[in-house]
């Protein structure tokens, strides 16, 4: 199975809750240059998520769009950032099929990232997790280093 893990793109720093912050101008451009590169590289997601945040849904509808009509993305509870990164990877283990997209936050990305290819959640992803960094993996099971990093997408 391949997935793509994504960090949303630049969000505005504050808002009266979090969970509205949206993106900004440059955090737009990220997210719609990231679909671009897909687009580019022939990958089409077979199944879209995104959390509950606005920016992560924002980011996920600006991928969509330069990608074309790909399917409605599913928001989903549960991959937010203060949610734990281990309760996060089961479900995304419950969600996924081969080629889905997930769009969510750090710390919890390359927490789950790290622990699938390196059976260590405390690993230092590389490339860093910049805002609208995509990583490509390719794995049979959501197991400690069961996964391969086979690739990273990140703006231009």
Not at 41 to 63: G, H, I, K, Y
Not at 66 to 75: C, E, Q, T, W
Not at 121 to 136: E, L, S, W
Request: glycine share 6%; proline share 6%.
């Amino acid at each position: 199975m391949n997935i793509i893990l994504m960090r949303h793109g630049e969000a505005v720093p504050f808002a009266p809750k979090d969970a509205d912050r949206m993106l900004t101008p440059k955090g737009k451009a990220e997210a719609s240059n990231i679909g671009t590169q897909l687009k580019k590289d022939d990958w089409m997601p077979q199944a879209l998520f995104c959390s509950t945040r606005n920016r992560a849904q924002e980011t996920l509808q600006l991928v969509i769009s330069a990608l074309g009509s790909v399917g409605d993305p599913m928001v989903v509870d549960g991959i937010a950032p203060e949610d734990d990164w281990t309760a996060a990877i089961a479900i995304i283990e419950q969600k996924a099929v081969d080629k889905s997209l997930f769009v969510f936050h750090q710390p919890i990305l390359t927490q789950i990232i790290g622990y699938l290819t390196e059976a260590d959640a405390n690993f230092d992803v590389y490339p860093r997790a910049a805002t609208a960094t995509a990583y490509m993996l390719t794995l049979d099971a959501f197991l400690p280093g069961a996964a391969t990093l086979v690739g990273a997408y990140q703006p231009r």
